[in-house]
């Protein structure tokens, strides 16, 4: 009985963990206004958890611009998300241009969105169907950084794996 009840609650963790996001209408570091609707003709929406002054959100932009660049002929849309209280406008656009990022960061001025998909740190990423909301990956972009280490060698490209799996019409396998 303590084996069952134990599975129950790990399946029932397991599927909180991809929780699906909430309708959103979000400013970008552009002034630019961006709504979940806005990405409904799109077949999957990349979202990297962005935090001006991070360090790992800072040395994983490289990675995350690589991945865009190498999908950029699927039908992906790849953003980043800036729920940080201390993170105005004026200091995400200061990142921005330091940094070369040149896709939107969503202000989440109120925290919801990140809320509603669960986020709990920057660099973390998430994969998500627009028209149905649903959330098929969330994870790092690599092995390469974590709290307080940072590895020379990559050995697993988490990201990278979920879109290929993804679209090869497989199921990223949350458990591993």
């Known amino acids: 009985l303590s084996l069952a009840f134990m599975l129950v609650s790990f399946a ?3 599927d ?7 309708d959103f209408t979000l400013l970008d570091q552009s002034g630019e206004t961006h709504s979940l609707s806005d990405y409904a003709d799109k077949d999957y929406l990349v979202i990297y958890i962005h935090g001006s002054g991070c360090p ?8 995350c611009k690589d991945i865009t660049a190498a999908y950029s002929s699927k039908d992906i ?14 200091r995400i656009q200061k990142e921005a241009t330091e940094f070369s990022i040149d896709f939107p960061i969503l202000k989440d001025e109120d925290q919801t969105v990140a809320k509603s998909i669960g986020v709990e740190r920057t660099a973390e990423v998430f994969i998500i169907v627009p028209r149905t909301k649903e959330t098929l990956f969330r ?3 690599n092995d390469a ?14 990201l990278k794996d979920a879109l290929d799996t993804i ?10």
């Open 12 to 14: 029932a963790s397991a």
């Open 167 to 176: 679209l090869a019409g497989g199921v990223v396998d949350m458990d591993d």
């Open 139 to 141: 994870g790092p972009i």
């Open 77 to 90: 849309e790849f953003l980043m998300l800036n729920s940080f209280i201390q993170d105005d406008i004026k």
């Open 16 to 22: 909180d963990y991809l929780t699906p996001i909430k």
């Open 145 to 158: 950084l974590g709290y307080e280490t940072q590895r020379s060698k990559v050995d697993n490209h988490y």
């Open 56 to 63: 790992i959100a800072r040395l994983s932009v490289p990675e």
